[in-house]
């Protein structure tokens, strides 16, 4: 079984600064998906990033960043120039084969005008 | 629309009454998702449907949960004999690709439905 472990259950963050989620994992697989997600209030999952296991070179998303470190099994995601609309819990995913995702219980980031 | 749609967005019913949920995906999106979120947790796995074959309900926690999706189109997730553990926010997603092509298709959420048992 695949577990995602989420351990900042909530972050703060200055408007314009840079903030990191953290995300690690744990699998036997060597091919798997990673995803960060946005949920706001309005409850609608909204797909941050994702990174696929097997490439090297980090994804990157405008202010949106990920440092994938597969052997550490680590998944963080940085977000710079930080906005009011970036308000909202975030959860860390992990995915194999495309079927059902594995999350992290979440990191409620607030961001502080 | 263009998204995934969900019905009722909120749904209040007494334990022990039966509740049915609606998922409406994204067209032509073969893979359908449901999930089930507690307050203040991650989204949990509840089953998964490939056209109208549910492939995986190991998720699904009694076998008071039911869910179909007939014509691989709109799913319904069924409660029957509903109690207060399942208050909850249930999502529903749906992806592009077939399991195991190993894509990295990411699913899309709707906005959930809210259920609360009284």
């Known amino acids: 079984a695949q577990t995602v472990t989420q351990s900042q259950p909530e972050m703060s963050v200055q408007e314009a600064e840079t903030v990191t989620l953290s995300c690690t994992y744990d699998t036997s697989e060597s091919n798997y998906y990673l995803f960060w997600y946005k949920q706001p209030p309005s409850r609608q999952m909204i797909l941050v990033i994702r990174q696929e296991a097997y490439k090297q070179q980090n994804a990157t998303e405008n202010r949106f960043s990920v440092n994938f470190q597969k052997a550490a099994k680590s998944f963080s995601l940085k977000i710079s120039d930080s906005q009011l609309g970036d308000t909202a819990m975030y959860f860390c995913?992990?995915?194999?084969?495309?079927?059902?995702?594995?999350f992290g219980a979440g990191t409620r980031l607030t961001v502080k005008p | 629309g263009a998204g995934v749609s969900q019905s009722p967005r909120y749904k209040v019913a007494k334990r022990g009454q039966d509740v049915a949920l609606r998922c409406d995906p994204i067209s032509g999106h073969v893979s359908l998702f449901w999930y089930q979120q507690a307050l203040g947790q991650g989204p949990e796995f509840l089953t998964y449907?490939?056209?109208?074959?549910?492939?995986?309900k190991s998720g699904l926690p009694s076998d008071r949960f039911f869910a179909e999706r007939p014509e691989g189109s709109v799913s319904t997730l069924k409660i029957q004999r509903t109690q207060q553990e399942d208050s909850a926010v249930y999502l529903c997603?749906?992806?592009?690709?077939?399991?195991?092509?190993?894509?990295?298709?990411?699913?899309?959420f709707g906005d959930g439905t809210r259920l609360s048992i009284l």
């Open positions: 997603a749906s992806s592009l690709v077939l399991a195991g092509r190993g894509s990295n298709q990411p699913q899309h």
């Open positions: 449907f490939q056209n109208e074959a549910q492939l995986d």
């Open positions: 995913a992990f995915m194999k084969d495309n079927n059902d995702m594995r």
